[in-house]
């Protein structure tokens, strides 16, 4: 299976699986934490193309699978101007594994089956195995990890998103052990617990803007944060 049809595969799972999201507050900080070592506020930045880092100053890496769709900043959040099917990853180099990713995005309109945010921590580039994959859609949610291009999904759920350009917060605790902690727009906490989810130590956060087919809903993306 190639890459292209590994995240094609991930993405048709949208449509069989619940996605993800409500409302809630901006991106929390846990006791265990002082704030994200990486963090982009989109809303500071001009329309226009995407800036070479992040606002902490590390680059900040385009990868394109399966389209040629160009992202950019537009009226105060990254989109990534897909119009058929595929995936856009921004991913930022974090040197150690990964504790906390997070986001806080929205949904335009379009099809809610088709249109996803998906929050990432790969072990490396090109983008390659992780231990944590959520998907994040206007009806539902997945969790997955992935072992090469072998996606595997360990927990799913519905949620309600409006398409209304309305902002939410989503962000994943992982502890280096069996265990992912989901914190979901609406202030629920999903617990995943399973050995695949420590297999892998990602050390590269990825915020990706996917699409299944033409006519997906809009991905919104104001903030990211990984630390």
Request: a negative charge; one cysteine or more; hydrophobic letters at 40%.
């Given at each position: ?20 999201a409500c ?5 929390p ?22 800036p ?34 595929g ?19 929205g ?18 580039r ?27 999904a ?13 902002l939410?917060?989503?962000?994943v ?46 991905v ?8």
């Amino acid at each position: 299976m190639n890459r292209r049809s590994f995240l094609l595969g991930g993405l048709a799972a949208t449509t069989l699986l619940p996605l993800a999201a409500c409302a809630a507050p901006a991106y929390p900080v846990r006791a265990a934490q002082t704030g994200p070592d990486l963090r982009t506020v989109w809303r500071s930045h001009p329309d226009g193309p995407l800036p070479a880092t992040g606002d902490e100053g590390v680059p900040l890496d385009v990868t394109n699978l399966g389209v040629r769709a160009t992202p950019t900043v537009r009226d105060g959040v990254a989109v990534g101007n897909i119009e058929g099917a595929g995936a856009i990853y921004l991913t930022q180099a974090l040197g150690r594994p990964v504790r906390t990713i997070g986001a806080r995005f929205g949904f335009g309109p379009g099809d809610p089956t088709a249109g996803s945010l998906c929050l990432a921590t790969w072990l490396g580039r090109p983008i390659t195995d992780t231990n944590c994959h959520l998907v994040i859609g206007p009806t539902r949610w997945i969790f997955s990890v992935a072992s090469g291009t072998t996606l595997t999904a360990l927990r799913d759920g519905p949620v309600n998103l409006p398409q209304d350009g309305s902002l939410h917060t989503v962000s994943v605790d992982l502890d280096g052990g069996p265990s992912a902690v989901i914190h979901l727009p609406d202030g629920s906490v999903e617990t995943v617990t399973d050995p695949s989810v420590a297999d892998v130590r990602g050390t590269v956060p990825g915020w990706e803007f996917f699409s299944l087919r033409p006519g997906g809903a809009t991905v919104l993306l104001a903030e990211s944060w990984a630390s």
